[in-house]
């Protein structure tokens, strides 16, 4: 079993790098050196009204300074009460976990949309071959400078002001993208049109999904997905986001 | 100082278990807790054959608690017993089988199943608000709840806990009803039925409409009723809902609870178990308790 730690992590820097959108990093003990690209941390809120951790994707990893860094959005009190805590202050973090990206040698395509963009920073530069990322935004860019240096990168906006018009798809097949491996986080529709393309066009394709989850370690059962095979561990066509996942090929999960 | 407890003839090392549901088989949580220091390992419910569980989401966090509607999903008796029972019995600590069922016959074959096995203690959920069949409907009702608890006792080697619903207008006559049946003892509370709107999504919040609200919010629920069951029957409680640290587990206990069980405080801290064992030791310590016994059910 891989290890996993419960930490009091200090924060190194927190800043707002699009409106709603939080960029903090983390100086941990051992989690930084046990991570890997498309794992989680669970992140604890410290107003004791709010119980159960917040899964936030890891960014990027500094395995020389012990740190990780997430980059997530605000989206209710839980969020928005770790987006006030300043440098120094401490986090109850527990991590890593999930299974993390395949590290794979081929010619790859990384397509996020939204708040799963973040997770993909970290697979671009931890993969070898020629790296290509499609990133649907609803209107505010945000990492696409740093995705730059680490692959060739296509945007996609709502409104078109920056890259395609129209969702990551739309960049996708305007930009004509042809990969080996590709690899996407972001909401189940998008995830749903990844599914569909890699068929499609015959490419191996791996998911990251997201649910509401209360352990975070595989004990509660609360974040399933369903498989299309019986599960090895729960007996049925179940698979846990969190300790199967959150990372999965395609056609492994129906998506719904 | 002296920690043991005794469950219907089984010794206890410390009155600390974990709530059904909420640790697995401990596999886990095995790499944060060492399980032997536990007094108990309660699994999750294991039914005769495997379940799916409800659709997702499943849970939903309320104000200083959570509702879960996971539908009792389990791999079924025979994997359990392949896996399960032998990882557990690597540890020290004592065995209780959770047991689910759709029909008093679905119990009875999984007691039958489990009676031969190393486990020590079986607890039969007849309290479980989120599946359609079974569950609470027999733990609603005293008239049901005492016949479903004579039936499993028919095929039951090991002592029978039978874990009551809160869902209900008077604990103390469940409580009496199961004694009645032939409970060696029962935990409570389960619980209790919930229901949480997303008013952004204008939808229910879990995808099964109702869940069970469980966390410190329902405490003060829990101890009242573990009081009134401790008060109305002479066998031994073991208390649970929103424990998260040793002072709530010490007012079960002197509400009348011979053991206690952390449920959603794992979730919190993986740690919780182990910080309310310590917790009790150092409150007896200091107000020189020799023995945990001397203060079950000490307030009258």
Known sequence: MEQKFREKAVIIRQEEIATGIFSMWLKTEKIAKAARAGQFIAVYCNDGSRLLPRPISICEIDKDDDAVRIVYRVAGKG?????????????????????????????????????GIPPLLQLAKDLKCETQIA???KEQLFLNEEFKKVGNLYIATEDGEHGTEGNVMDAVKRNDLDAEIIYACGPTPMLKAVKEY?????????????EKMACGIGACLSCVCKSKHKDAHTNVNNKRVCKEGPVFRAEEVELS | MNTKVNIAGVILNNP?????????????????????QLGAVVTKGVSIVPWEGNPTPRIAETYGGMINAIGLQNPGI?????????????FDSKIVVNVCGKTMEDYCEVVEKLSDMPVDLLEMNVSCPNVKEGGIAFGQNPNALEKITKEVKKFARQPIIMKLSPNVTDIAEMAKAATAGGADALSLINTLTGMKID?????FAVANKTGGLSGPAIKPVAVRMVYEAANAVDIPIIGMGGIVNAEDALEFIMAGASAVAVGTGNFINPYATLNVLKGIEEYMEKNHIED?????????
């Open chain 2, 16 to 36: 600390v278990m974990t709530a059904s549901g909420t640790f697995g088989s401990g596999e886990e949580y095995s790499q944060f807790v060492n399980l032997s």
């Open chain 1, 79 to 115: 969020t928005d009460e770790i987006s006030f805590m300043r440098t120094s202050m401490q986090l109850d973090v527990m991590g890593p976990l999930g299974n993390g990206f395949p590290i794979k040698e081929k010619k790859a395509l990384l397509i996020g949309g939204g708040i």
């Open chain 2, 78 to 90: 025979d994997l359990f017993i392949e896996r399960d029972i032998p990882f557990l019995t690597q």
């Open chain 1, 198 to 210: 890699a068929k499609e066009k015959n490419i191996e394709a791996w998911l990251s999904l997201e």
């Open chain 2, 292 to 300: 945990i016994n001397e203060i079950i059910g000490c307030v009258r």
């Open chain 1, 135 to 137: 990133a649907g935004y």
């Open chain 2, 199 to 203: 008013i952004n999504r204008k939808s």
